[in-house]
Nanobody, 118 residues
Framework: VQLVESGGGLVQPGGSLRLSCAAS????????LSWYRQAPGKERELVAG????????NYKDSVKGRFVISRDNAKNMVYLQMNSLEPEDTAVYYC????????????YGQGTQVTVSS
């Protein structure tokens, strides 16, 4: 099972980034997918989640209207489009998959750094 994030980087306030996560090793369509983030000195927090068929998208209040989560079940990919970025969005962003195959799995990728600074 593997989740590999990409697309992070340094961006100015007000800018945009698109994070991507490539998944392998499990039945992608069976998984609920999410993006989490962890800022220095803070706990990891849920940013956005999406259901198996691209439905039931949900967001952390502070990113509503700025971030959009999506998935492509044909390509085993999940995305996070981040617009109007703020310094408070600076964190390591992690892709997450939750699925059941004989037992429950809760898998994270290695993370990608997003830094919002002028």
């Amino acid at each position: 099972v593997q989740l590999v994030e990409s697309g992070g980087g340094l961006v100015q306030p007000g800018g945009s980034l698109r994070l991507s996560c490539a998944a392998s090793g499990f039945t992608f369509i069976s998984a609920d997918l999410s993006w989490y983030r962890q800022a220095p000195g803070k706990e990891r927090e849920l940013v956005a989640g999406i259901g198996r068929f691209g439905d039931n998208a949900n967001y952390k209040d502070s990113v509503k209207g700025r971030f959009v989560i999506s998935r492509d079940n044909a390509k085993n990919m999940v995305y996070l489009q981040m617009n109007s970025l703020e310094p408070e969005d600076t964190a390591v962003y992690y892709c997450n998959a939750k699925y059941f195959y004989y037992r429950a799995y809760n898998v994270y990728g290695q993370g990608t750094q997003v830094t919002v600074s002028s």
